[in-house]
């Protein structure tokens, strides 16, 4: 049997819930979300990658659908990165060198916030 957490919720659930309200009260205060222009690029190796900006911000998105990590080519992106350096992934609030081709894991995303 699941051990319980929080109001109930087994571990697995307050995980996903702990992700869904930081990621949902972050959206609600990036104004590049709602108002920012999308910049999207053709997936590759179930990668998907996008970025929403505006003169003041950018925001990377990167999802990763495939089975197995995933090197991201940052020469590829380089069109939304501009001269930028670090990204801070909104999620687990570390920074990722974008200066350099990186690895996302197997079934995950990455929101990252350009520095």
């Known amino acids: 049997m ?3 957490t929080k109001n109930g919720r ?6 996903f819930y702990s992700f869904t309200k930081k990621v949902v009260q972050w ?3 990036t104004t590049v979300v709602h108002k920012g222009e999308l910049m999207q690029f053709i ?3 179930n990668v998907y990658v996008y970025f929403r ?3 003041e911000k950018i925001i990377m998105v990167i999802i990763n659908n495939n089975t197995e990590n995933q090197k991201i080519d940052v020469a590829r992106f380089k069109e939304g990165i501009k001269d930028f350096k670090v990204g801070t992934d ?9 200066t ?3 690895v996302i ?3 995950t995303s990455m929101i990252l916030e350009l520095k």
């Open 105 to 107: 894991p197997t079934k």
């Open 100 to 102: 350099e081709d990186f």
């Open 43 to 45: 997936p590759f190796n």
């Open 10 to 15: 087994t571990k697995d659930q307050e995980a």
């Open 2 to 4: 699941p051990s319980n």
């Open 90 to 98: 909104i999620i687990t609030d570390t920074n990722v060198d974008i």
């Open 53 to 55: 900006y505006t003169n």
């Open 27 to 29: 959206r609600k205060n």
